[in-house]
C-alpha cells in the first residue's frame, strides 16, 4: 500500500519501521520542525526524521497543515492511506477526506478513555491497572473517530510512563500492521466511541511535580512513577530541593509518624497521610541521580526529619 507517514516523537518510531518492514511504500513523511535543544540550542530533528531519512524517504517538515502547502503535497504523493502516529498536528478536513482508505490514527490508550496528549501518563497517574492502543479513523475532532482495533496490556505495580511508552510503541507498532492488513481486506469493522465515556489526558507540566505528602502512599507512588521520566515528582528536604525518581509502596494502611516524616532509614520509608512508600532513587538540585544507599553515604538523615 502506498502510504504517507506522520509522526515526531520516539514512540511513533516503532511504527515507522514496522511498515517499512511491512513491505508498504511509506511515499513520505511529515514531522514536526527541528527544535532547538540542549544548552547549545542546537537545532534538533525530531526522532521520526532520523529514522525516514536512515530509510532515505523524503521528509517535509510543514509549520501549518492549514495553508494548502501540506495538502498540494499530498496531492502530488497521492497516498492510499495516511498513518498518523503522535505528530501534534490537527488535520484539516481536506486531508482527511483525501486518501483513498483514510487517515488512521494509533493512540496511546483504550478509547474513548483518555483522548488528548499524554495518555500514558495519566492511566500510570491515576493508577490504572489496565491499559493498551487503540487504532481509529480519523476525523475533524480530538480524537473522537470510529475506533478500529485495539490491544491490551497490564500496567504494572512500579511500572513509570517512561517503561510503559517503550512497551506500548512496540504494541503500537504491531497493532498498525494488524490494521492495514484489515483495511487492505476490507475486513475491519469501524466502531462508534460511546463519549460519556471518555476524560481528556492534558500534557504535564512543572507545576504538577511537588509531592503531597498528606496524600495517600498509593497516591504518592502513583504520582513519582506517573511523572517519571519527565517532569520527575519533587520534594524538599534539609532546604534543598530534590527529585524523587523511584519509589514502592511500603504499607498501605494506617498513620506511622507526620506526613513527610522518615520513619526509617534502611529500608528508607517515609510516612504519608495513609501509609508509608520507600523512596528508592532520587536527585539533590545540581546533582546527579543515585540510589537511596549512596545518597546517605553522603548526607546524614536521621529519622524524625521531614520532607516538604
Same mark, same amino acid.
Given at each position: 500500500m502506498k502510504i504517507v507517514f506522520m509522526g515526531t516523537p520516539e514512540f511513533a518510531v516503532p511504527c515507522?519501521?514496522?511498515?517499512?518492514?511491512? %513491505?508498504?511504500?511509506?511515499?513520505?513523511?511529515? /514531522?514536526?520542525?527541528?527544535?532547538?535543544? +540542549?544548552?547549545? &540550542?542546537?537545532m534538533t530533528p525530531p526522532p521520526v526524521k532520523v529514522c525516514a531519512l536512515e530509510h532515505g524517504i523524503e521528509v517535509f517538515q510543514p509549520v501549518s497543515m492549514k495553508d494548502g502547502t501540506a495538502l498540494?503535497?499530498?496531492?502530488?504523493?497521492?497516498?492510499?492511506?495516511i498513518a498518523v502516529v503522535a505528530f501534534g498536528k490537527i488535520l484539516p478536513k481536506e486531508i482527511l477526506d483525501l486518501p483513498e482508505y483514510g487517515c488512521i490514527n494509533v493512540h496511546g490508550s483504550l478509547l474513548p478513555k483518555y483522548r488528548g496528549a499524554a495518555p500514558i501518563q495519566w492511566s500510570v497517574l491515576n493508577g490504572d491497572k489496565i491499559t493498551g492502543i487503540t487504532t481509529m479513523y480519523m476525523d475533524v475532532g480530538l480524537d473522537t473517530g470510529d475506533m478500529l482495533l485495539k490491544a491490551e496490556t497490564e500496567i504494572g505495580e512500579n511500572e513509570t510512563s517512561g517503561e510503559l511508552h517503550d512497551r506500548l510503541a512496540v504494541m503500537g507498532a504491531q497493532l498498525l500492521s494488524e490494521t492495514v492488513k484489515c483495511?487492505?481486506? +476490507?475486513?475491519?469493522?469501524?466502531?462508534?466511541?460511546?463519549?460519556?465515556?471518555?476524560? &481528556?489526558?492534558?500534557? *504535564?507540566?512543572?507545576?504538577?511535580?511537588?509531592?503531597d505528602w498528606n496524600d495517600s502512599a498509593v497516591n504518592v507512588h502513583n504520582k513519582?512513577? %506517573?511523572?517519571?521520566?519527565?517532569?520527575?515528582?519533587?520534594?524538599?528536604?534539609?532546604?534543598?530541593?530534590v527529585k524523587?525518581?523511584? /519509589?514502592?509502596?511500603?504499607?498501605t494502611d494506617g498513620v506511622k509518624?507526620?506526613?513527610g516524616e522518615i520513619v526509617s532509614l534502611d529500608p528508607f520509608v517515609?510516612?504519608?497521610?495513609? %501509609? /508509608?512508600?520507600?523512596?528508592?532513587?532520587?536527585? *539533590?538540585? +545540581?546533582?546527579?541521580?543515585?540510589?537511596?544507599?549512596d545518597f546517605l553515604m553522603g548526607h546524614r538523615l536521621q529519622t524524625g526529619e521531614r520532607f516538604s
Open positions: 515507522l519501521e514496522r511498515l517499512i518492514q511491512d %513491505g508498504h511504500e511509506v511515499a513520505a513523511v511529515f /514531522t514536526q520542525p527541528d527544535k532547538p535543544k +540542549g544548552r547549545g &540550542y542546537a498540494e503535497i499530498l496531492n502530488n504523493i497521492k497516498p492510499q492511506l483495511l487492505e481486506k +476490507g475486513s475491519v469493522e469501524r466502531i462508534k466511541q460511546d463519549n460519556s465515556q471518555s476524560c &481528556y489526558a492534558s500534557m *504535564l507540566d512543572k507545576s504538577m511535580c511537588s509531592i513519582v512513577r %506517573g511523572l517519571s521520566p519527565w517532569p520527575v515528582a519533587v520534594a524538599s528536604i534539609m532546604n534543598k530541593k524523587i525518581h523511584k /519509589t514502592k509502596v511500603h504499607d509518624g507526620e506526613w517515609v510516612a504519608c497521610g495513609k %501509609g /508509608t512508600v520507600e523512596i528508592l532513587e532520587l536527585q *539533590l538540585e +545540581g546533582k546527579k541521580r543515585m540510589k537511596i544507599k
